[in-house]
């Protein structure tokens, strides 16, 4: 791990480095607090940092709450190194933001038992940000196929439907269905149709690209969300995933020639989400009733 070192003696500074890197730090070393505020709003900054507190330009306080006011980016934990000793000048540089401090002259003990300290704080910080990203995953993620699920990919099409309404644009859904799903489900069971939608999902979400979303909308039915997109070039895109889905699919089942048919809906100005998926809905039944594997657009 990095510490970064902010100390314009260059005696306590070559000190701290020494020790610093006798432990297996990796160790960055700067002198004024410009510096130190510098590299702590890197989008690499250090994860722990010795500040001094009396430092040219900036001083330590002025560093942690000037980070603590600014930083988006990982948490990074701020140890102060100080001679001064009065209660009242301690809890004022905690205030701004340090998360600890330890008194010049340092004892090599106390500041490594300290610096543990931090690094605990920040394996915790770790493991939570990792649980919340979990937690969100489930939460709009569908368990079977992993695309978003109907509640996520409806919100990002009011979301986008808000963007129009600010800036103008395009934007159309496609609303897709697997033909003949029910039959595969009855003939040959419900792993190998799951097998077959995992699939299915996995090839169209390759096609759509980073700015779409594509979601599961209900049983064997996918929708996707396209910023950006007018009415030809969602059909275009509309053919593409329907030869992609073609393609014959191993299942521990067998092997699969599915086929879907999709419905491609336009946003029309002052247009609800609920309009343009009926208008999807209505381009889907017609792909149906012209005989399935094909894409059809609202009128």
Not at 269 to 287: E, K, T, W
Request: aromatic letters at 4%.
């Amino acid at each position: 791990m990095v510490v970064l070192i902010a100390d314009d003696d260059p005696v306590s500074r070559r000190a701290l480095q020494a020790t610093l890197a006798g432990w297996g730090y990796d160790v960055e070393v700067v002198n004024d607090g410009q510096q130190a505020l510098e590299a702590l709003l890197r989008e690499d900054a250090p994860r722990l940092a010795v500040l001094d507190w009396m430092m040219p330009g900036l001083d330590g306080p002025e560093v942690c709450r000037t980070v603590r006011a600014r930083s988006q980016g990982p948490y990074s934990w701020l140890l102060l190194l100080t001679s001064r000793k009065k209660g009242s000048d301690l809890i004022a540089g905690l205030e701004a933001g340090a998360d600890d401090y330890i008194k010049k002259p340092f004892d090599p003990g106390e500041l490594k038992a300290r610096l543990r300290v931090g690094e605990r704080i920040l394996a915790l910080q770790v493991q939570l940000l990792e649980a919340q990203k979990a937690l969100h995953i489930l939460a709009t993620r569908d368990e079977l196929t992993a695309l978003y699920n109907r509640r996520a990919v409806m919100e990002r099409l009011d979301q986008e439907l808000l963007r129009i309404a600010r800036e103008g644009g395009n934007l159309c859904v496609l609303l897709m269905d697997v033909d003949h799903f029910k039959h595969l489900n009855d003939e040959r069971g419900h792993q190998a149709g799951d097998e077959v939608l995992r699939e299915i999902a996995v090839r169209l979400d390759r096609i759509v690209g980073p700015d779409a979303a594509l979601g599961r909308y209900g049983g064997d039915e996918l929708i996707a969300v396209l910023p950006g997109c007018d009415k030809p070039a969602a059909l275009e895109l509309g053919e593409e995933m329907r030869r992609a889905a073609s393609i014959p699919i191993a299942t521990a089942a067998g092997t699969f020639t599915m086929t879907v048919s999709i419905g491609c809906g336009t946003h029309s100005p002052g247009q609800s989400a609920l309009v343009l998926i009926a208008h999807a809905d209505v381009a889907l039944y017609r792909a149906k009733a012209a005989g399935r594997n094909r894409v059809e657009a609202a009128p």
